[in-house]
């Protein structure tokens, strides 16, 4: 069964620092990953869409990597802003050509101004 | 704007009453899910609809009942069979197959007293 973590569950760095969030699965047989973006007490934000086929995907101040061999994408956040603070999450499909998702617990991103 | 609406924001739900959260899409997606968010635990599906009146139970879909009348909308009516509905829903939608993007709604947040 498939299963995605993410490392570290909370971070805190100061604004202008570059960060990267962490996000690894177990079954690399994947057709995608989606990053989101939650503030508290709202909906999820979709940042990127990151294909199997591909290895990087780009936004922006936000960069994607995905290493299906290694079962891990990286999400890299350069010159980090107050407003980037909130909780990030990674999600991939499962069960077939559906669209239905199993989401890491994420990571809680405080940028300290 | 196209997008996903939930009502309501919030709600509370007596013990043994019946209730259900809205949610609208106006992106022409085929596909819908409804998520379940608890602290510490993630995201979890309830049920998804690939296709107008035909649905699919998730992972946690006891106590929990939906329709799909309209290709717009796909209610959740959590039932007295769930004994611990107190959590944050979430409404999804995608166009249909396992590589395209999943857009969510705000959120309601349910609440037993």
């Known amino acids: 069964k498939q299963e995605v973590t993410q490392i570290p569950a909370a971070l805190s760095v100061p604004e202008g620092e570059n960060l990267v969030l962490n996000c690894s699965f177990t079954d690399s047989a994947i057709y995608n990953l989606q990053w989101f973006r939650q503030d508290p007490g709202k909906g999820l934000t979709s940042l990127l869409l990151?294909?199997?086929?591909?290895r990087e995907q780009t936004s922006g101040r936000l960069n994607a990597s995905l290493d299906k061999s290694s079962g891990r994408s990286t999400l890299y956040i350069a010159a980090s802003q107050p407003g980037d603070s909130a909780t990030y999450l990674c999600a991939v499909p499962y069960g077939g050509a559906t669209n239905k998702l199993i989401f890491g617990t994420g990571t809680l991103l405080a940028v300290q101004p | 704007d196209g997008g996903i609406t939930q009502s309501p924001k919030y709600l509370f739900r007596k013990e043994g009453q019946n209730v259900t959260l809205s949610c609208e899409q106006n992106l022409n997606h085929d596909a819908m899910y409804w998520y379940r968010q608890d602290p510490g635990q993630g995201l979890r599906l309830i049920y998804y609809?690939?296709?107008?009146?035909?649905?699919q139970k998730g992972d946690i879909a006891e106590g929990y009942s939906v329709s799909r009348e309209k290709k717009e909308s796909f209610p959740l009516t959590v039932t007295s069979a769930q004994k611990n509905p107190t959590a944050f829903y979430l409404c999804?939608?995608?166009?249909?197959?396992?590589?395209?993007?999943?857009?969510f709604g705000q959120g309601t947040r349910l609440t037993v007293v």
């Open positions: 990151i294909q199997s086929s591909q």
């Open positions: 609809s690939q296709i107008v009146n035909d649905f």
């Open positions: 999804a939608s995608s166009l249909t197959g396992g590589t395209t993007e999943a857009f």
